[in-house]
């Protein structure tokens, strides 16, 4: 199970200082390249800051929260019930390293998971994504990445010495290695985005 960050309401909803800072950078980026129409799977919702902010902003698009911890998926029902937004679907739960409920995708979308979980996660999603997604099907990743072995600034590397203390399995991964386990199921690097923060985004997309 992932761990929660940030503060939850009497509501029932968490939420997350840099999910809410985050949003709109990434959301620049998926404006630009996923398809006008289609559904978009969201693994690893979290709060579901992120998953309503889009729906909102990108109407055209059918979105699917989804997300493995019971409390989360509450949060994000919760949100999806204050924002009544007709593209927002009800969150699913999904655990990346599990079956995935039947289902096809026109695009599939992560945010900050790879580093909190164990790196037979990220070989998951792949295969996973590689399942859903049609030829051309678009797999956006974002968040802190290491770079040809090399952290891109010293907060990062921080950031990574926490998350391994925590949990031995979790870390900073290398862009190259993400890349080379999506290639191992037919997915492609179209480009990498450069994020606020030292983050990044990984627009990736399925061969035909």
């Given at each position: 199970?992932?761990?929660?960050?940030?503060?939850?309401?009497?509501?029932?909803?968490?939420?997350?200082?840099?999910?809410?800072?985050?949003?709109?950078?990434?959301?620049?980026?998926?404006?630009?390249?996923?398809?006008?129409?289609?559904?978009?799977?969201?693994?690893?919702?979290?709060?579901?800051?992120?998953?309503?902010?889009?729906?909102?902003?990108?109407?055209?698009?059918?979105?699917?929260?989804?997300?493995?911890?019971?409390?989360?998926?509450?949060?994000?029902?919760?949100?999806?019930?204050?924002?009544?937004?007709?593209?927002?679907?009800?969150?699913?739960?999904?655990?990346?390293?599990?079956?995935?409920?039947?289902?096809?995708?026109?695009?599939?979308?992560?945010?900050?998971?790879?580093?909190?979980?164990?790196?037979?996660?990220?070989?998951?999603?792949?295969?996973?994504?590689?399942?859903?997604?049609?030829?051309?099907?678009?797999?956006?990743?974002?968040?802190?990445?290491?770079?040809?072995?090399r952290h891109t600034s010293p907060g990062n590397e921080e950031f990574d010495r926490a998350l391994r203390a925590e949990n031995s399995e979790w870390g900073l991964r290398d862009v190259e290695a993400v890349i080379a386990e999506a290639g191992r199921e037919g997915i492609v690097l179209r480009e990498?985005?450069?994020?606020?923060?030292?983050?990044?985004?990984?627009?990736?997309?399925?061969?035909?």
């Open positions: 199970m992932l761990k929660k960050r940030g503060e939850k309401d009497a509501g029932g909803r968490w939420s997350s200082a840099p999910a809410e800072r985050n949003k709109q950078p990434i959301l620049d980026v998926l404006s630009r390249v996923l398809p006008p129409q289609g559904l978009v799977l969201e693994i690893a919702s979290g709060t579901g800051q992120h998953v309503v902010h889009f729906a909102a902003a990108l109407p055209g698009l059918r979105w699917q929260p989804s997300d493995p911890d019971p409390e989360l998926l509450r949060s994000i029902e919760a949100r999806r019930a204050e924002a009544a937004l007709p593209n927002l679907l009800a969150p699913i739960e999904l655990d990346v390293q599990a079956a995935w409920p039947p289902t096809r995708a026109d695009a599939v979308l992560c945010s900050n998971m790879v580093h909190v979980a164990p790196w037979a996660a990220t070989g998951a999603l792949m295969r996973g994504a590689g399942a859903v997604l049609p030829p051309e099907g678009v797999l956006v990743l974002y968040g802190p990445y290491r770079r040809d072995g990498i985005v450069e994020m606020p923060a030292n983050n990044l985004t990984l627009v990736l997309a399925k061969l035909r």
